[in-house]
């Protein structure tokens, strides 16, 4: 399922709840739905993130995903 097939399914699931309520299948899938899309968010922002070039005062170029790209967050 690509990401466009899976916003709809969220769409529809949330469309539904509202409507008439979810099974509890329904709102197993839903959750799963969401934590995926979140997921996706997530790594597609720090891979953006990590291709960030500064150009320091130097004139040197520092890559912020290469300074921060490995650090774990707390």
């Known amino acids: 399922m690509n990401m466009d097939e899976?916003?709809?399914?969220i769409n529809a699931?949330?469309?539904k709840s509202c409507a008439?309520?979810?099974t509890?299948?329904?709102k197993k899938e839903q959750a799963l739905l969401?934590?995926?899309y979140?997921?996706?968010i997530r790594r597609n922002l720090k891979s953006q993130l990590d291709n960030i070039d500064?150009?320091?005062e130097d004139g040197t170029i520092t890559n912020l995903g290469e300074k921060y790209g490995n650090?774990?967050?707390s």
């Open 6 to 9: 899976r916003i709809a399914r």
């Open 34 to 36: 969401r934590a995926e």
């Open 54 to 56: 500064i150009e320091n």
């Open 38 to 40: 979140v997921e996706s």
């Open 24 to 26: 509890d299948a329904e």
């Open 71 to 73: 650090k774990k967050r």
């Open 13 to 15: 699931l949330y469309k």
């Open 20 to 22: 008439e309520g979810l």
